[in-house]
Each structure stands twice: as C-alpha cells, then as structure tokens.
C-alpha cells in the first residue's frame, strides 16, 4: 500500500478540498459510491480527491460544490476543524 501523503508533499488547497468533500459529503449523509454518482464519477475518484491522491478540475470543483451546497471557493478554505 502507497504511503500516505506527507503535507509537504500535498498541496494545502487540495488537502483543504479533499477534507471539506469528506466534511461536507459524511455531514450530506452520501458515501462515496452515491456522491460520484450523483456528480457522474466514480466512486474512486471521490475517494482519491478526499485522500489527497489526484488534482481536480475547476470545472470538476465546482460541480462537487454545487451538489455538497456550497461555492468552489469554500472547498478551498481551511476546514472548521484546521481553524484556528
């Protein structure tokens, strides 16, 4: 098994996105099978996004957002938790 990503290795923007889909979609109630279906990808996908594991589209992103209730820019942001 892969190692996971170091945060020196990640992108704060995508380890930020990958949390705030996490957040936003277990808070939704919607596993990751029912939100890539939802959004038209597959459930691997949704999972390699929330583990930091591949880049997403601006495109993609905003999509994401639209069905999680919130703006692209908000997937971006510190999750609640990372606050301080």
Not at 2 to 16: F, G, Q
Not at 34 to 63: F, P
Not at 75 to 82: C, V, Y
């Amino acid at each position: 098994m892969p190692a996971k990503p170091t945060p020196s290795s990640v992108s704060i923007a995508r380890a930020h996105i990958g949390a705030n889909i996490r957040r936003l979609r277990k808070a939704m109630d919607l596993t990751q099978e029912k939100l890539g279906e939802i959004a038209g990808y597959h459930r691997t996908y949704v999972s390699q996004l929330e583990r930091c594991r591949t880049n997403i589209s601006v495109d993609r992103l905003d999509r994401l957002a639209q069905i999680l209730g919130v703006d692209a820019h908000t997937l971006m942001q510190p999750p609640p938790d990372e606050e301080g």
